[in-house]
């Protein structure tokens, strides 16, 4: 089956760091961008970064540049965000997603809460 | 960055009805637009990909068009399981991606 699956989400203090996962199968994992996507509770969604195939080309939103850090480990099939310096208004529910300009492959999300 | 605004930010409609949703682009983005339906709980899902290509599987009452600045989202008859909310995404250039705020479809 073609899915990815997200984990480490969690609850976390302010200033706090989490790192992100996302399991790929079912595709070719090395041949397709990958981004995060993210989704605060009520509230629209807001691509957070991307990455190329090799891992040699990143893109982030401008509020998470200098904090998040996107990176994959084709071999293991394997996406991550590293977040640092974590804000409340980072809470948000995180998705894994194939990009190729469209986002045509969702994961069902991994929750972040920031809260004191 | 390009910003997109979409409007209206929601409707109340009938089973049958046609639907239009609008989405502007802050700068050209040629045909780089994309529409996504997300259920309460669910995750989106892909339903148009530059502005009026049907993703695979995507019933055909679904539609988009235009170019440049100005999109428009279609549901020709609308069906009990399309009320949701529908997000325009524009991928020009390069990233970042961004996201109308979106249209939540209601019943009336």
């Known amino acids: 089956e073609v899915q990815v699956v997200e984990s480490g989400g969690g609850l976390v203090q302010p200033g706090g760091s989490l790192r992100l996962s996302c399991a790929a199968s079912?595709?070719?994992?090395?041949?397709?961008?990958m981004s995060w996507v993210r989704q605060a509770p009520g509230k629209g969604l807001e691509w957070v970064a991307n990455?190329?195939?090799?891992?040699?080309?990143?893109y982030y939103v401008d509020s998470v540049k200098g904090r998040f850090t996107i990176s994959r480990d084709n071999a293991k099939k394997s996406l991550y965000l590293q977040m640092n310096s974590l804000k409340a208004e980072d809470t948000a529910l995180y998705y894994c997603?194939?990009?190729?300009?469209?986002?045509?492959?969702w994961g069902r999300g991994t929750l972040v809460t920031v809260s004191s | 960055d390009i910003q997109m605004t979409q409007s209206p930010s929601s409707l109340s409609a009938s089973v049958g009805d046609r639907i239009t949703i609008t989405c502007r682009a802050s700068?050209?983005?040629?045909?780089?637009l994309n529409w996504y339906q997300q259920k309460p709980g669910k995750a989106p899902k892909l339903l148009i990909y530059t502005a009026s290509n049907l993703q695979s599987g995507v019933p055909s009452r679904f539609s988009g068009s235009g170019s440049g600045t100005d999109f428009t989202f279609t549901i020709s008859s609308l069906q009990p399981e399309d009320f949701a909310t529908y997000y325009c995404?524009?991928?020009?250039?390069?990233?970042?991606?961004?996201f109308g705020q979106g249209t939540k479809v209601e019943i009336k």
């Open positions: 995404q524009q991928s020009y250039s390069t990233p970042p991606w961004t």
């Open positions: 079912g595709f070719t994992f090395s041949s397709y961008w």
């Open positions: 990455i190329k195939q090799d891992g040699n080309e990143k």
């Open positions: 997603v194939r990009d190729w300009s469209l986002f045509d492959l």
């Open positions: 700068q050209s983005i040629s045909r780089y």
